[in-house]
């Protein structure tokens, strides 16, 4: 249900169209049999009434078809679309936490194939109803024709039915199994693109990584979905058994012991027969229909649920940044990364911290002390698990988190370089990039014409020097920079230290500075120590 109520949000009109035309078209094709056979039966030559009957129901059908099918071109294309745009909605409306629990291969893995199989069924709805509708008019036509041989035709049909349910499940639970293999053959896809220097540096690791991973998870992601295929291929040629079987109880035992006249015989072979093609393609449809249920579980196990309300964050928050912030103050703020093994869980906090307008702070610890953590908590991307943040005695929740974000600019140790200044709308934004370019040394490297960088293939120092000038240009009142410093040159620095620093300080930004040059420490108004998720202030 969720899936027809997921394609019905996405095209709603477009699907109804196409489902009533495909449910007329279906009634025309059983129409249309109904008309041959009755006049096969009446021996005698077309009468005036049905011939024009005849061409009224091809004409119906014809278009009807038509109608159906272009529809469903812009019903399909339409849902893949409309479900890739909400899915990274969604993505972006989740918590980081969740998301890094995912994984980058997980996400990529529910953005290409989940969507894609979730949105074929919108290409099979239509043809579907078509379908059941021409078995349902025919059905009726049949009852019409002798009520006993209809009894024993549904008697059978239920017969498919439950045969088929059984070998259905089972082959559910191979092609389930199959789409865990493609969230670990999406993580090999990632160590192809990823690694490909140590890949191609290593003969024995490349041909270690290829047989003993790429490989064998293939193997197995292959003989699952194959599996599954095979039950489903199996159960479909059953169901087209069956109908003979019916079609010959009909023709050598039903009138051993039941009267049935040869014209009714006759029709309802013909209909029996007719009714093998669609009831073919319903059944041709489940495997489609199945792997379409797994995406959407799997989607909605990983919390991206796609029927539920987009729930904007903070939505009724203005989102402007407060410049004239006077207190951050985390009280007791807390974050657990849980492990699978209780003891290995990592604990940051309790923190207690405040934090004023025009100070430079420098976190300092060992790898893994936590200090990324304490980032990610400060600057609002995890909310505290316990322990609250107040911005002004503002206190900072799921509601107005949002505008919390707002007011930090930060360039994280795994910053993505955008290849445009994106959301800055400021009338001078060239002519302040151009003097931020001077003033980082890039200006003989890179221009930017309308917001536009004219090249991000830079080094990783000058790659992070253009992450610095985009929150120079965001203006924001407090600074985030982790390990900014680690990849410049001794030269440069110093300049970011002694000159970039205190400069945004003088212009009243909190600067909070992750680091490990302790040969600048002294330029701090206080330090933050981290020792393995324990927080102390050093003033
Ligand atoms: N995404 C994650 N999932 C689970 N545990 C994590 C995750 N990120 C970090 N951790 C754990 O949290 C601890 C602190 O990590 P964090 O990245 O905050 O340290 P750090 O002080 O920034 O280290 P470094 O100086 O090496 O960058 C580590 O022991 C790590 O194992």
């Not at 389930?176 to 053959?185: G, H, I, M, S």
């Not at 919390?303 to 964050?313: I, K, P, V, W």
């Not at 930017?448 to 929150?471: C, M, Y």
Request: charged fraction near 20%; hydrophobic fraction near 45%; glycine fraction near 6%.
């Amino acid at each position: 249900m969720n899936l027809i109520r997921l394609l019905l949000r996405t095209s709603t009109i477009y699907l109804i169209i196409a489902v009533l035309a495909g449910i007329l078209s279906g009634a025309a094709a059983a129409g249309l049999i109904a008309l041959i056979n009755t006049t096969l039966n009446q021996n005698q030559r077309l009468g005036t009434t049905l011939f024009w009957s005849f061409v009224g129901l091809c004409l119906v059908r014809l278009i009807a078809n038509f109608v159906s099918q272009v529809l469903l071109i812009h019903l399909s294309q339409k849902a893949v679309l409309d479900l890739r745009i909400l899915l990274s909605h969604r993505i972006l409306a989740s918590p980081l936490r969740q998301l890094e629990k995912i994984g980058n291969h997980g996400l990529l893995a529910i953005l290409t194939e989940d969507i894609q199989a979730i949105s074929s069924t919108a290409f099979t709805i239509p043809f579907l109803c078509i379908n059941i509708a021409i078995v349902v008019a025919c059905l009726v036509y049949l009852s019409y024709l002798s009520k006993i041989i209809f009894m024993i035709g549904i008697s059978f049909m239920f017969l498919g039915i439950l045969s088929y349910s059984m070998p259905m499940k089972k082959a559910m639970s191979f092609l389930k199994f199959a789409r865990e293999q493609e969230d670990k053959l999406f993580k090999h896809f990632r160590t192809v693109i990823q690694g490909t220097k140590e890949l191609k540096l290593h003969r024995q690791r490349r041909k270690a990584f290829i047989s003993e991973d790429l490989y064998s998870t293939v193997l197995t992601y292959r003989r699952h979905n194959v599996i599954g295929m095979s039950i489903f291929a199996a159960t479909a040629s059953w169901g087209q058994i069956l109908f003979f079987i019916s079609i010959g109880l009909l023709l050598f035992i039903i009138p051993m012991v039941y009267k049935i006249p040869s014209t009714t015989l006759a029709a309802y072979t013909l209909t029996t027969i007719y009714l093998i093609s669609p009831l073919e393609y319903i059944m041709s449809m489940m495997p489609t229909l199945t792997k379409a249920l797994i995406a959407l579980n799997k989607v909605e196990s990983l919390g991206l649920s796609l029927t539920d309300e987009l729930d904007e964050l903070g939505s009724d928050y203005s989102i402007d940044s407060n410049q004239d912030w006077k207190c951050l103050e985390l009280e007791n703020v807390t974050h657990t990364y849980y492990q699978e093994r209780e003891e290995s869980n990592f604990i940051l906090g309790p923190i207690n911290l405040k934090f004023h307008p025009g100070e430079i702070i420098f976190i300092v610890g060992g790898n893994g002390s936590g200090k990324s953590t304490l980032a990610k908590l400060f600057t609002g991307l995890y909310l505290p698990e316990a322990g609250k943040i107040y911005l002004d005695n503002k206190l900072i929740s799921h509601k107005n988190i949002e505008w919390y974000r707002q007011q930090f600019s930060a360039v994280f140790s795994d910053f993505y370089l955008f290849e445009r200044f994106l959301g800055l709308d400021q009338s001078d934004l060239d002519i302040q990039a151009q003097k931020y370019l001077v003033q980082l040394q890039l200006d003989h490297k890179v221009t930017v014409n309308n917001g536009v960088i004219s090249t991000i293939e830079l080094s990783q120092g000058q790659r992070k020097r253009l992450a610095l000038i985009t929150t120079y240009l965001e203006d924001r009142p407090i600074y985030l920079f982790d390990e900014w410093a680690s990849d410049q040159d001794p030269i440069f620095k110093e300049i970011f230290y002694t000159q970039l620093l205190p400069e945004l300080k003088n212009r009243g930004k909190t600067i909070l500075v992750i680091s490990h040059d302790d040969k600048y420490f002294y330029l701090a108004d206080w330090i933050i120590k981290m020792d393995y998720g324990k927080v102390n202030a050093e003033y």
